[in-house]
């Protein structure tokens, strides 16, 4: 958190019309995470950029983290992963109903039935533990590969293990925050698809 | 507090063949699958001040700078759009003005045309006029020079006449002669008419008595008393004469009564010649 929020101060010190290379990297970075969040919530980029910004970004970090020596990626440990997916969690909640009201959004889990409810109900929380276990599983399994195969095989071997770690730690990044981001949208676009299907019935 | 629950793979027991301190750390292992709530509440927190972070120094300025590059560009467009419609609009201006001007130039070359052809025709009338005048003042000029040689060959006839009747009556003169222009001087006073005779009479009514009648050539006694009688005659009143020879009269005789003068002789005739002669070259010089 420290190095990310002294990396963004130092990056953010001169901010010029014309950028330089590191405002360039910055500002490359905020707009693929907000075209990404355009193509699944148009109507919520402002709102949502945030949130999802720093997801993807702190889980860049903290995946990378492991390629470290000694330095261990925050995301092997359930704890960790079990925050982020509660937040995730409570995030879509939180953008739902400020979206659309707190009853409004209550009422999206008892459509097109109320027999879905518990389903409603038991999907939020697998999916919120999937997303846990998911990013924890994953990285804790590459982690653990690297160094089995670094016990066995030597000090080269695992090469291109690490290069496998690289890739992982970006991929279970994104598919964490893209994962987080569509329940979000789900969460927020319910609303609206009710509210146009009214109104086309309505006309 | 550290609370443990649920999940805990215990691969460490099961593998006692493999040599379990030897191959993996299980006491590690079991450290990351176990769930802890006070490192999830520090997570979570974590997060929320890193989403608080970075929404303040990364996403807010980059925000903030891209606006102000969006906002830069869309008024550099703006202006380019205006320079470009204010450029069409001054090309067009100029499209224009340039097929105006043309029209301009093939009216005012026209008009010029037109100009030069009036002035030409203007100066070639005035040409012709001054050619004419100038021709008329050359023949006139002409027909003068040729009307002053004519009269100055007439007048040098004149002179050379006069000078030949002069050398000739000189050569001719004497008694005779003279003898001749008294009796021409007699019939002449004879023949005057009452009118002159009376005009004649008025102008030597106040004049001197004294008559001076002079000759080339000595006069007959006869001569004279026929002179003093037809003197008397016509003058009605008795006057005194004086006769006087003079040889510049060349032949004949002169009567001279105050102012009035009478004269029948080859001098005066001469003389009356040469002067018509000079009054004629005064008048064709003052021409």
Redesign the interface.
Known sequence: ?VF??VL??V??RR???I?GPM?TL??GI??AIEEAIRAVAPNHVTQL???I???W??LVAANLCGLIPGVHS?T?????T???A??VFLSVHWFGIRSKGFKAYLRHYLSPSPILLPFQLVSEITRTVALAVRL?GNI?SLE?AA??IL?VAGFLAPLPILMLHIIEALVQAYIFGMLALIYIAGGLQSQQLRSSSKGELNE | MRCIVGLKIMLGPEMNGVGRQSLLPTRCLEKTVELSWSTLALEMFNFLVLLWLLKRFFYKPVQSVIKRRQDSIEERLARAEQMEVKANKMLSQYEERKEQWHLECEQAREALQTEIKLKREKEERSLRDSLEQERQRNLTLEIQHSHDLERQLELRALEQGSQFAAQLLKLASGPELENRLIELFIHALNSLDEDRIVELRNQLSHSDALMQISSAFTLTEEKRITIKKLMKKILQRDLQYHFVEDSELVAGLRIRVGPWELGANINDELLGFSSLMGDLMIESTGR
């Open positions: 958190m990310l929020t963004a101060l990056v953010m901010l010029e019309l950028p405002q910055a500002e905020h707009g950029l945030p949130f910004g720093t997801l970004i702190f925050p092997r440990d359930l704890s960790a079990t925050a982020l509660i937040l924890f804790m653990m160094l089995m016990l």
